[in-house]
């Protein structure tokens, strides 16, 4: 049986990570979570592109108020 010294362990996996790392995150089929925060002008942008797609939806009459709790949005 071979024996295996914990440093070169360690040696082969910081070798190999990189590689199997790109691999695995080209094989996802799922969305890619966001790796950093956003900075305060992207995020300012987005709530005001939200906000004016929120009033046109209302304005074209796709938000429906059910009750006080319940709504219903008619999406594209």
């Given at each position: 049986m071979?024996?295996?010294?914990?440093?070169?362990?360690?040696?082969?996996?910081?070798?190999?990570?990189?590689?199997?790392?790109?691999?695995?995150?080209?094989?996802?089929?799922?969305?890619?979570?966001?790796?950093?925060?956003?900075?305060?002008?992207?995020?300012?942008?987005?709530?005001?592109?939200?906000?004016?797609?929120?009033?046109?939806?209302v304005?074209?009459?796709?938000?429906?108020?059910?009750?006080?709790?319940?709504?219903?949005?008619?999406?594209?």
């Open positions: 071979r024996e295996w010294k914990a440093v070169d362990i360690e040696r082969q996996i910081a070798t190999q990570m990189p590689e199997i790392n790109r691999s695995i995150i080209r094989s996802r089929s799922e969305r890619v979570i966001r790796r950093r925060p956003r900075d305060p002008e992207e995020q300012e942008i987005l709530d005001r592109l939200c906000l004016h797609k929120w009033q046109r939806s304005a074209d009459g796709k938000v429906k108020i059910l009750s006080k709790r319940e709504w219903y949005y008619e999406f594209d």
